[in-house]
């Protein structure tokens, strides 16, 4: 027997067993509109003290084609909260990778100015998309986020700023204005040349800074607007505008800093038991081909990814617990477009298909499986995957 046919075999399994396993419900929220994320559900209070403590965490099995699969505990996140008073708190977030790799995902002060408008200032989430801002394990379908949230928008995407965010209910109006950091394009490499963070293989994702001693020069403007009018319909307009940060003793030099501008629309949809969503990011990239010139580098001058995914829970809605069969399709390009002699790298044109289930079995507890059927433009052949996961959000 084939090791493809075996995964596919193992695969069905698990199908089988989840489809006849029940207990309790899920309390995350599946309504849209309605949706928090981790830090979103301790600035609105609904823990009732001073001092709030929160977690998600994912334990994954990945097992491409052909190969060994990987155990991993890829994420575990601690979330903290402290409510100075009734218009003033701190929110940090301190995620564990790998077990072994310590990062400060958040860590920034709120302060509620009035019904429509919060004063927010540290390290926070950049509103683009659904998942950089939504990646709790429970909050989306898959084992793995999706690919276009991990190479186009390179989640999770923080940085340090400061900004507004509120809501205008009597419109159905969510909104947010960030002023941040870039990410980091450039520095000198000690030996005379210039290394680059940016690339063709995943765009912009080497060049987050983290808020780690970030270097800054041309802060960035970003914002994003949420409707949520339309019962079980949430969509969102996301923009992404600035500049890349270079060190200081190279900041003049021609191609040193690339200009970016990036919009997003996703949408989020919910009736009874189907629920469904969709993404397009596209983001527009200058002076790529000086960029490229100096650091050696590939990059592209666009970058491009969308997916659609639709959902349906297989249990009654007279059930507590949620089992949904889902499947997503995705396209995205860190090749979109390439500036002066840079030839299109074909291979970085990639579609993945991702069909499987989660279940939800308990308030905040949810067993996940999928197949990914993965393929690129060029005649490089990639692997199928097959995951499995555990992920609990408290």
């Not at 067993?17 to 309790?24: E, M, R, S, V």
């Not at 390290?123 to 379908?141: D, K, Q, Y």
């Not at 290394?195 to 063709?200: A, R, W």
């Not at 397009?280 to 000086?290: R, V, W």
């Amino acid at each position: 027997m084939s090791k493809k046919i075996q995964l596919l075999t193992t695969f069905f399994c698990l199908t089988v067993f989840l489809g006849f396993t029940q207990t309790q419900t899920d309390s995350i929220t599946f309504i849209p509109q309605t949706q928090l994320n981790a830090a979103q559900r301790i600035l609105s209070g609904n823990y009732g003290s001073a001092v709030t403590v929160s977690a998600y965490a994912e334990m994954l099995y990945n097992q491409p084609e052909g190969d060994n699969g990987e155990l991993d505990v890829q994420r575990m996140v601690l979330l903290f909260g402290y409510r100075f008073n009734d218009k003033t708190q701190f929110v940090t977030e301190v995620e564990l990778e790998h077990v072994n790799e310590v990062f400060i995902e958040q860590a920034f002060v709120n302060y509620n100015v009035g019904n429509n408008i919060s004063l927010r200032g540290g390290l926070m989430l950049v509103p683009m998309g659904i998942v950089n801002e939504f990646h709790e394990p429970t909050t989306f379908n898959g084992t793995e986020r999706p690919a276009t949230d991990n190479v186009i928008v390179p989640t999770t995407w923080r940085e340090l700023g400061i900004g507004a965010t509120g809501r205008f209910n009597e419109i159905s109006l969510g909104y947010q204005v960030y002023v941040f950091n870039g990410f980091k394009s450039t520095e000198a490499d000690g030996a005379g040349g210039i290394s680059g963070f940016l690339k063709g293989s995943n765009g912009l994702r080497s060049g987050r800074q983290k808020g780690i001693q970030s270097t800054v020069n041309s802060p960035t403007f970003s914002t994003k607007l949420d409707y949520y009018g339309i019962p079980g319909l949430r969509v969102g307009l996301s923009g992404y505008f600035g500049k890349t940060q270079a060190a200081d003793e190279i900041e003049d030099i021609e191609g040193a800093n690339i200009g970016i501008s990036m919009i997003g629309l996703d949408a989020r949809y919910a009736y009874q038991r189907f629920t469904a969503r969709g993404q397009f990011i596209h983001a527009s990239l200058s002076d790529t081909d000086k960029y490229n010139a100096l650091t050696g580098k590939d990059l592209g001058s666009a970058l491009q990814g969308y997916y659609v995914e639709a959902a349906y829970n297989l249990l009654p809605l007279t059930k507590k617990q949620r089992l949904f069969a889902f499947t997503r399709f995705e396209k995205f390009n860190t090749h979109a477009d390439t500036d002066g002699a840079l030839i299109a790298n074909k291979a970085y044109e990639r579609t993945d298909v991702t069909t499987g289930l989660n279940y939800h079995i308990a308030p905040g507890v949810v067993v996940k499986a999928d197949y990914q059927f993965r393929s690129n433009a060029s005649d490089v052949d990639t692997k199928d995957m097959l995951n499995f996961g555990i992920g609990v959000w408290f």
